[in-house]
């Protein structure tokens, strides 16, 4: 007779364990409490609702737990392997994971690592609004000057975000910028650029053709605690209609004397606005770079 069938309240006490070859078994013991086992093709043991549709299955043959729907949980879930599934996990607490253990995809596997230290090392740059640091450089002795490629300045981001600090070899110099083209950088005069110093209203300008972008026209000095350091935006780089541009701010100190600022921007004459720029050198009007550093941030939109 079916249980089903059966209208006074059912008990049914389990009187101890279950077996391998069980094809569906009820048993008990005192380490374990309550065991449900049981052998189908597909599933062990299957867990449905009222509607007759799977919530909760046991693969055959297998360690693996199948939740159908939303998994919630008001506590902690730790994992000593991996978490997996097609549906939502929610949680009113954390999920902690093994020491250097990963996050991911079924496809991507590690795209986010996270050392015993905390440390998050994501395997592909993160999508979305902001700026990401492309280039941290130091630059520990003398160059001519500083070129940032097109592994850095490319077609993945269309502004950049540029910091710099350097320090001249020679005394009084101003700093110019240049692009890069298809790989080389751009001497000719297809520049124009405008420099304000703040201190004293000087204004620089060449609206007909430079070969450089000037970004300040004080004269940064070389001795320690001088040279020139600011920041610029460059944008517009892959741009076939409007010009590439590079504009910002520079503070520079020379001989001891108190800091003066310059607002600058510069860009390619309308001659060039088709060009796709993909690099930036940075160098002194006279001598080199004695030291400093340069970073870079791609822009995202």
Same mark, same amino acid.
């Given at each position: 007779m079916a249980l089903s069938t059966i209208a006074a309240p059912l008990k049914i006490t389990a009187g101890g364990d279950t077996a391998a070859g069980d094809d569906a078994a009820i048993g008990v013991t005192a380490a374990e409490g309550l065991i449900l086992?049981? /052998?189908?093709s597909t599933n062990d043991v299957t867990i449905k609702n009222d509607a007759d549709a799977d919530v909760i299955e046991i693969p055959t043959g297998t360690t693996n737990v199948t939740v159908a729907g939303t998994l919630g949980t008001g506590g902690l879930i730790t994992s000593g392997a991996g978490i997996t599934g097609a549906g939502l996990?929610?949680?009113g607490g954390n999920i902690i994971i093994p020491d250097a253990g990963n996050i991911g995809s079924a496809? &991507?596997?590690d795209a986010m690592a996270i050392s015993s230290g905390g440390v998050?090392?994501?395997? /592909?740059a993160p999508i979305g609004t902001g700026m990401r640091l492309l280039l941290n450089a130091t630059i520990s002795s003398a160059v001519a000057q500083y070129d940032i490629s097109s592994t850095y300045i490319n077609s993945t981001y269309d502004s950049y975000k540029l910091i710099f600090n350097l320090l001249p070899?020679? &005394?009084?110099? &101003?700093?110019h910028a240049l692009f890069f083209v298809s790989g080389s950088v751009v001497t000719d005069s297809h520049y124009g650029y405008n420099t304000l110093a703040m201190y004293s209203a000087e204004v620089v300008t060449n609206t007909n053709a430079a070969a450089f972008i000037e970004l300040n026209n004080q004269g940064a000095g070389n001795a320690a605690g001088e040279g020139a350091c600011g920041f610029g935006?460059?944008?517009n780089v892959n741009s076939i209609i409007s010009r590439t541009s590079l504009s910002g701010i520079v503070s520079v100190a020379s001989n001891g004397a108190l800091p003066k600022a310059s607002v600058y921007n510069g860009m390619f004459l309308p001659a060039q606005r088709a060009n796709v720029v993909n690099g930036l050198r940075l160098k002194f009007s006279s001598g080199n770079i004695a030291s400093g550093t340069v970073q870079i941030y791609g822009i995202s939109k």
């Open positions: 086992t049981g /052998q189908g996990l929610t949680t496809s &991507d596997t998050v090392t994501f395997s /592909q070899a020679t &005394d009084n110099v &101003d700093l935006e460059l944008t």
